[in-house]
């Protein structure tokens, strides 16, 4: 008797001419999330197999799958032959830990017609050979403690426990391609791995001050983009250094701009390499009145260097719930860990927090903004990152 992993999709079955598309891209991030871990990956009738996994290992694959975008639920299988003396003792094995007394019920699904037990009479059938067999277990169909899966397909029959609940959300890469702008704190790597579960895949640029930043505070965002990885597949972090362009705005800016006029040169930036690798969209923590730099006004001003969408899922979250988040993908604590951010470098000491376009472009004018710019996209340093790598922190 072999065991397979058998995954049912999430709301891919409602994307019509797309659905082939969708489940080629599924298999692909069920590749990549196995790693190392051999499978034999088949699509079949809606739903995908996972066969020929090494039995050491297949508790390990099922773990990674839980994290691939686009399950809705799935569960380890048993496959076996399409005979009703094999499917019976296969769904008795599977009741034995509950042989001391347990309520349970027989859930079977016939989707090969040929087979000659109709759906019902497979439940019932199954179920009541269960009971006899084993005399502390009952039947209740409607409460019951356990259930026992059995479907009836065109290759094999299928017999198994209740199904675990996947990530849900989109195949990861359905949704097209778009680029974090990450820091060290704890909303950006939120918000990259809810756009990523909308199907987005995501690209990172991270701004960093080196030395009024240390080493740390970027192996920190390298250590939270790795960490998105476990969900995301993989990602580039584009590291750009901003030191050249935070001194120019401390030596010839207002104070009380500085904020905004960095935030201006990050997302003109972000955009250029976003651009330059494919990516339709920018992607940021950003939330509504958290600090002086996330009002409207301070948004109108900072997206207004920008000409493709701006993503910000987490624009109307209460704060809390975006810390449960980063608890729950695990990039809380990394994100508390105490080092530095560039923005935290030259803040203001009173921003404005009611800006208008005329007044911050006025005050960058002393700058030569495209010198600047092209200046930090020459020596823009690429580091790939995929969760298999080692933690760096
Ligand atoms: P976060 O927790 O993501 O750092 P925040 O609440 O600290 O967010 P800000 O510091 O105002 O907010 O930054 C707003 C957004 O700007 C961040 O969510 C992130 O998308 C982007 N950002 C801030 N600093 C950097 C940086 N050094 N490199 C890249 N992006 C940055
Ligand atoms: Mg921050």
Redesign the pocket.
């Known amino acids: 008797m072999e065991h397979a992993i058998l995954i049912k999709y999430a709301e891919i079955h409602l994307k019509g001419l797309n659905r082939p598309f969708f489940e080629k891209k599924l298999v692909t991030n069920i590749r990549h999330a196995l790693g190392e871990i051999p499978g034999e990956i088949v699509r079949e009738q809606g739903r995908v197999f996972v066969y020929a996994i090494p039995e050491a290992s297949i508790e390990e694959a099922a773990l990674r799958l839980t994290r691939v975008f686009g399950i809705h639920s799935l569960c380890i299988t048993r496959c076996v032959e399409k005979d009703w003396e094999t499917i019976v003792e296969n769904a008795g094995a599977l009741m034995a830990p509950y042989a001391g007394g347990a309520t349970f019920k027989v859930f079977a699904r016939r989707a090969d017609k040929r087979f000659p037990m109709t759906s019902i009479q497979l439940s019932q059938e199954i179920g009541g050979r269960l009971a006899e067999a084993h005399p502390g277990v009952e039947v209740d169909v409607h409460h019951p403690e356990y259930t026992v899966y059995v479907e009836v397909r065109d290759l094999s029959a299928y017999v198994h426990g209740p199904a675990e609940p996947g990530a849900g959300g989109l195949p990861t890469g359905v949704g097209g391609r778009a680029m ?9 790597p939120v ?1 990259a791995y809810m756009m990523a579960k909308r199907g987005v895949e995501v690209e990172a ?4 001050s080196y030395p009024y930043t240390s080493q740390l505070a970027k192996d920190k965002v390298i250590e939270l983009a790795r960490l998105v990885t476990k969900y995301s597949g993989r990602m580039t972090v584009n590291v750009v250094s901003f030191t050249e362009i935070q001194e120019a705005i401390r030596d010839n800016c207002p104070e009380e701009f500085f904020t905004l006029i960095m ?1 201006r040169f ?1 997302m003109e930036i972000a955009q250029r390499i976003a651009k330059g690798d494919g990516c339709g969209a920018l992607i ?4 509504l009145g ?2 002086a ?2 009002t409207m006004e301070a948004m109108t001003v900072t997206g207004a260097v920008v000409d493709i969408p701006i993503f910000m899922p987490l624009v109307g979250m209460d704060k809390k719930d975006i810390i449960s988040i980063a608890r729950e993908i695990g990039t809380l604590d990394t994100s508390i860990l105490p080092y530095e ?3 935290t470098v030259f803040t203001p000491k009173h921003p404005k927090t009611k800006p208008t376009l005329g007044q911050v472009v006025n005050a960058e004018k002393k700058l030569d903004r495209e010198a600047l710019i092209a200046r930090a996209l020459e020596n823009v340093e690429k580091i790939k990152v995929t969760y298999h790598d080692e933690p760096l922190l």
């Open positions: 974090v702008l990450l820091s060290g704190g704890i909303d950006s918000a640029v991270h701004f960093f935030r990050m940021t923590g950003e939330n958290q600090v730099s996330q951010d560039c923005c």
